[in-house]
């Protein structure tokens, strides 16, 4: 993801359209709502590692929010299988958990 910094000026990435990869309905809720309203953005929501490459594929999204912990395949695990698809390496991720009280938000760099 590409931040200006030009002069003094910042220019935030445009993000138009978002993939939230969680298998937590509270969590897509919360979350999918505000990102659809506060940011502007089209959000769609996968909720395991299988729809997730399906929705790459075709959405094509600005940003993916993946959750470290999923119920059928740990979210970490799609992962390499980002980095041998050339047509995906360019997609900024952000990998989160909210299973604890300590939850984390690591940002991953496109390959």
């Known amino acids: ?3 200006l910094m030009e002069r003094g000026s910042y220019e935030p990435p445009s993000i138009k359209k978002l993939l939230l990869v969680e298998d937590n309905l509270a969590t897509i809720a919360r979350l999918g709502e505000r990102l659809a309203q506060k940011a502007g953005c ?3 929501v996968a909720s395991d590692c299988l729809t997730a490459l399906k929705f ?3 959405f094509k999204p600005d940003l993916m929010l993946l959750d470290e912990r999923l ?3 740990n979210g970490i695990d799609l992962l390499p299988r980002l980095h041998v698809m050339k047509d995906l ?3 900024p991720l952000l990998l989160f958990s ?3 009280p300590g ?3 690591e940002y991953i760099t496109p390959y």
């Open 98 to 100: 909210t299973d604890s």
């Open 71 to 73: 119920l059928t395949r």
């Open 56 to 58: 790459l594929h075709s």
């Open 42 to 44: 089209q959000v769609i």
């Open 89 to 91: 390496q360019d997609i």
């Open 1 to 3: 993801m590409a931040f």
């Open 103 to 105: 939850s984390k938000w």
